[in-house]
T-cell receptor, first 113, second 112 residues
């Protein structure tokens, strides 16, 4: 158990809909990262937050957004969903320093039908 | 832009043999290189990492080597076991940012 909690574990929704994925980082970790993993693909970096502020952005679509709340949990919002958005979405967290081991959650498997 | 290339994409070895996975990074400022193992249905988990001030690091059957000049780093698994079967990802990051750039992954199969 990495200590990073992601909910829900599975999500099935229709095209055009909007969903919210939730991540609770390890206790004490201020930094949260979101990654997308499509079938047989690597981990594509989406966005990173540190103590409530956005710090780095990857190839995140405009239809996607994220935020980190004062209690440090983070949410990834995906809207106007398309079939191609079906993927595993992982959240990871690191301690204050960063540039060190990132602890990954179990992921949320999103299926868009 | 920042990029990490990883080879091979799939690797099959006999139990007891060694496995080597290679990565190349593009950003010469990268200074931290972790390796993650992802088992089916689970999130990636760190198995070993190396920093740029070290050329080699070993942990039991697993070792990582780094060649900063060539911007290459490699994962070596010796005496492979069936439970080593998984997808392995290399990654690179640099101080001052919190972004990890991952390779495309290597699916390792250890045949009993």
């Amino acid at each position: 158990d990495s200590g990073v909690t992601q909910t829900p574990k599975h999500l099935i929704t229709a095209t055009g809909q909007r969903v919210t994925l939730r991540c609770s980082p390890r206790s004490g970790d201020l930094s949260v990262y979101w990654y997308q993993q499509s079938l047989d693909q690597g981990l594509q970096f989406l966005i990173q937050y540190y103590n409530g502020e956005e710090r780095a952005k990857g190839n995140i679509l405009e239809r996607f957004s994220a935020q980190q709340f004062p209690d440090l949990h983070s949410e990834l919002n995906l809207s106007s969903l398309e079939l191609g958005d079906s993927a595993l979405y992982f959240c990871a967290s690191t301690p204050v320093q960063g540039n060190t081991e990132a602890f990954f959650g179990q992921g949320t498997r999103l299926t868009v039908v | 832009g920042e990029n990490v290339e990883q080879h091979p994409s799939t690797l099959s070895v006999q139990e007891g043999d060694s496995a080597v996975i290679k990565c190349t990074y593009s950003d010469s400022a990268s200074n931290y290189f972790p390796w993650y193992k992802q088992e089916l249905g689970k999130g990636p988990q760190l198995i070993i990492d190396i920093r740029s001030n070290v050329g080699e690091k070993k942990d039991q059957r697993i070792a990582v080597t780094l060649n900063k000049t060539a911007k290459h780093f490699s994962l070596h698994i010796t005496e492979t076991q069936p439970e080593d079967s998984a997808v392995y990802f290399c990654a690179a990051s640099k101080g001052g940012t919190y972004k990890y750039i991952f390779g495309t992954g290597t699916r390792l199969k250890v045949l009993a």
